[in-house]
């Protein structure tokens, strides 16, 4: 506008020094004389109810209210194919924003909906999005992982009945659809579909919960074995303070390292951020150990003790960093209830929830083609469409499918073995930071955990947000911490054969310590060889393949935490999360042991006391950790070697 009133301005300069005459303007009450009723504007210039014209849209998007039986409405977004007939739908509910999960304006339907749906949008599937209970546009109050009816839940409803409640409504309302539904989602999102199939509605026939929150105090979101996993406090307040998506909590510097270290316990912290006025948090806190709070939400035992009938895929990554537990839990648990026909496992080379994105690749490990889109592609939207569309499969599902990132394919097993099932072999810790097959001559190793200096999880500094470093931490180069002193690393020989490995390893630790609690995380790694000519930066690569922590105060319950005697050797045995690898010629494996994995967990102040949350800055002390090996005090991890794959050939 400036530019133009100058030009205006010069061009009539000009025009007035060569004697043109000047354009005589208007008066105001000339122009005033000239305006017309439709010039005229009284109102707003928002229309009351605008309508995107949609004629050459491939698709109707519909938001509605489904009411629940106790009156409740839940937001719901609806996409339907133009022409559907007799389509099937696929529901997911979340407290993520429903409208989120569709959000271009294009007239296609691929194009309109998120990268994790973009393979169901080929309009031969109804869309069907949800706001849970509290959230975004749905009524009613929200609850984190709202537990089933029972006494923790003394309402007439939770995530099982609103699920029942939704499909009721579907299939009586949608009018284009054939009458059966399926369901999916990740993560939370993934946990609504494992409530749902606690008492699945008679339409509901596929149900997919990938990397589903099972067991919040055992191995998925909240805590790893009682070590309390930090970065949950900016998920609380994303979740909590607002019906929408609250902020992060706000820090000091860039280094998450240096901010948590220097805020001392996670209780003081969280409520010096405001914490206390959010009822989860003090629930949370309150409940440090595995008691009945927890006990009472743990889902696999919950669809063990409640099987259903509707086939079902559960999903989850190798180096899941946020929910590694649940899905494999959950399938093994109904395996040993006698109801592993209807259910199947499955394990791809992902970090969290990657299987509803490209899958080319995780960190530095490269495989052979998009192994997510490949896997959506070729065996999920199948599997779904047998049970939806009654279309044939080309092959049947397996009992469990689990990627091998090694030979970099697909391992289909007829009979995956549980845990509790599993034939182990020990590697032993050995003089001289060795491992092997064989029993060591009894000794020991020391460190000394400093809660001042603990160890990073990655490489510093630790931003509080940074998306693809935390994706693959996992997965990345353990050398990085080799040279500290309070990280024990013991490493067999090269290898001269392959050693393979199909189920969960079990660390069997036994140690002592000159304080009366503490942490004790162990890797299992593949060490590389020293050069790779095809990836040079490969060379030597340490590459974790497990790696878990345990608070030692549950080394004997649970439930019920104990002081650990000083300087008296205890035995510290946990699973290891599950794998399916190769060890090749040429590699060594590797087993690593340290107290602290900050600030990912949080800190264990080595004395023992009633809540680690509300330590006091006088508790966090020093410790000497021994490591034992030989003898009756046979440190080791068990491996569940096979001789030969058992896949499917």
Not at 78 to 97: F, N, Q, S, V, W
Not at 363 to 371: A, E, F, I, V
Not at 449 to 460: F, G, I, K, L, N
Not at 562 to 581: D, G, M, W
Request: proline residues 8%; negative net charge.
């Amino acid at each position: 506008m400036r530019h133009r009133v100058r030009s205006t301005f010069l061009a009539a300069a000009t025009l007035a020094l060569v004697g043109a005459a000047p354009v005589p303007q208007e008066s105001a009450k000339q122009l005033a004389a000239q305006v017309t009723p439709d010039m005229v504007q009284t109102g707003t210039d928002i229309p009351a109810d605008w309508q995107q014209p949609e004629d050459n849209f491939d698709y109707i998007k519909k938001d509605v209210m489904i009411p629940m039986r106790d009156g409740v409405k839940l937001h719901t977004v609806i996409m339907i194919p133009k022409g559907a007939h007799d389509l099937p739908m696929l529901l997911e509910r979340t407290p993520y924003d429903a409208s989120g999960f569709a959000p271009n304006d294009s007239p296609h339907m691929k194009d309109a909906v998120w990268s994790g749906d973009r393979d169901w949008a080929d309009g031969s599937y109804i869309l069907v999005w949800q706001d849970i209970r509290g959230k975004y546009g749905s009524e009613g109050k929200y609850v984190m992982t709202r537990p089933p009816r029972g006494p923790l839940n003394p309402t007439r409803t939770d995530d099982t009945t609103d699920a029942w409640d939704t499909i009721d409504w579907l299939v009586k309302n949608v009018s284009q659809s054939n009458g059966k539904v399926g369901m999916i989602g990740s993560s939370y999102d993934g946990w609504t579909v494992a409530m749902a199939l606690l008492d699945p509605h008679p339409a509901l026939k596929v149900a997919a919960p990938e990397s589903p929150m099972v067991d919040g105090w055992m191995g998925d979101d909240w805590f790893h074995y009682g070590a309390f996993r930090i970065g949950n406090l900016d998920y609380f307040t994303g979740q909590m303070t607002q019906r929408g998506s609250g902020p992060a909590v706000p820090r000091e510097g860039y280094d998450d390292y240096s901010n948590f270290l220097h805020a001392g316990a996670i209780g003081t912290f969280a409520e010096k951020h405001g914490f206390k006025q959010l009822p989860w948090w003090n629930r949370l806190s309150a409940h440090p150990a595995y008691d009945a709070f927890w006990q009472l939400q743990a889902v696999d035992r919950m669809v063990a003790a409640h099987p259903s009938n509707v086939p079902t895929i559960w999903l989850q990554g190798l180096w899941d960093q946020e929910d590694i537990y649940g899905a494999v839990h959950s399938w093994e648990a109904l395996k040993k209830a006698g109801h592993v026909a209807n259910n199947h496992l499955v394990i791809g080379p992902w970090w969290h929830s990657q299987i509803n994105r490209a899958g080319w690749n995780l960190g530095p490990l490269k495989w052979n083609g998009d192994t997510a889109a490949d896997f959506r592609q070729n065996t999920l939207i199948p599997f779904f469409n047998h049970y939806l569309r009654d279309t044939p499969m080309a092959q049947p599902m397996p009992q469990a499918m689990i990627y091998n990132p090694v030979e970099n394919h697909w391992d289909r097993f007829a009979d995956w073995k549980v845990a509790s099932n599993q034939v182990l072999t020990p590697i032993y810790l050995q003089a001289d930071k060795g491992l092997g097959f064989e029993k060591a001559a009894t000794g020991s190793d020391s460190y000394v955990s400093d809660p001042a200096h603990p160890v990073p999880y990655m490489q510093r500094p630790i931003p509080a947000s940074n998306e693809d470093r935390w994706r693959t931490w996992l997965v990345q180069d353990q050398r990085f911490v080799s040279d500290r002193k309070d990280v024990l690393s013991y490493q067999t020989p090269v290898l001269t054969k392959t050693v393979r490995l199909e189920g969960a390893p079990i660390a069997d630790i036994f140690a002592k310590t000159t304080g009366t609690d503490g942490d004790f995380v162990v890797k299992v790694i593949d060490v590389y060889p020293s050069t790779d000519p095809a990836d040079p930066k490969m060379g030597g690569y340490e590459l974790p393949i497990a790696m878990d922590i345990f608070r030692g105060r549950y080394r004997k319950s649970f439930s019920k935490p104990s002081a650990i005697p000083a300087n008296t050797v205890q035995e510290y045995k946990f699973r290891l999360p599950t794998v399916n690898y190769e060890f090749k010629p040429g590699h060594r494996i590797m087993v690593q042991i340290q107290s602290t994995l900050f600030p990912v967990y949080d800190r264990n102040p080595q004395k023992y006391v009633k809540n680690i949350f509300f330590a006091q800055p006088s508790d966090y002390q020093k410790a000497t950790i021994s490591i034992e090996h030989g003898g009756a005090n046979a440190s080791s991890v068990l491996l569940p070697v096979v001789a030969h794959s058992t896949a499917e050939k």
